[in-house]
């Protein structure tokens, strides 16, 4: 276990505040005893088929609404989102479903218009350490979704968080979404003992992406009832209603009957956890 100084992340650390940090998000509590799941198609790409996904969401159980009107690619010529357009139609579909929206910043340039649409800004892997882009998730009035980067040490992604907490926002919420290894059966690996590591060291609630790490939906299921029974506060996982049709990580998008079964069943570890006498560890 490499030495860590918590004073380095004099925020985000446990030491700061001793009680686990709760983050609301359109009425919804991260953090707190039950798991929250945020769900969605990878893209938002058009009004039928973000309708469609918001309702099978909402129909699942799950508690936001999570799809991207920026999209990180790693392909200039990939589909890089419908920009303002997509944030129009979350707006649309928060209102006839309920559901808060979780969508992603992928720049200082865009940052206003994101904040301006979403319940929650979400950055990406690739961006966990753009820290003029945490710099002003540092000054924003919504709360932060900080995903680890491919390579991030659990010191790094703490800093990263501290770097939104030192501007002035509370309101983060950590996301494990897999890391590079030697491993070459899976995306990435999910590394689901950083969720201990991070209830020892912070108060900041961590949600764990399934979807991303694994990059193959029928792994998605069986990581997630792994991440809960882990620890975590909750889940992002990528849904669509015709995963063959995305026009983005369709391989890895669960059908609508696999999410609402990994709801009910998150809930199931989650009372059997509540009720269980073995001490989760923290390592
Ligand atoms: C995403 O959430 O759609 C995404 C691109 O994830 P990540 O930044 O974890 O790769
Ligand atoms: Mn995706």
Known sequence: MPIM?????????RRAHQADSVVDVYGVTVGGLRPVVCAGPCSVETPEQILACAEAVRKSGAHLLRAGA??????????????????????????????????EAVDTDTFDLVEEYADCVQIGARNMQNFSL????????????????LCATLQEFLLAAEYVLAGGNPRVILCERGVRTFADHSRTTLDLSIVPAVKRLSHLPIIVD?????????AVPSMSLAAIAAGAHGLLIEMHVQPNQALTDGPQAIYPSQLERIVSDTASIAAILAQSKVPQPLI
């Open 210 to 218: 399934p979807s991303h790490a694994t990059g193959v939906r029928d």
């Open 134 to 149: 945490l710099r002003r998730a540092g000054r924003s009035v919504r709360p932060i979704l900080l995903k680890r980067g």
């Open 5 to 13: 100084n918590p004073e380095e992340f004099a925020l985000a650390s």
């Open 70 to 103: 920026y999209k990180p690619r790693t392909s200039p010529y990939s589909f890089q989102g419908l920009g303002e357009r997509g944030l129009k139609l979350l707006a649309e579909v928060r209102e006839e479903t309920g559901l808060g929206i979780v969508t």
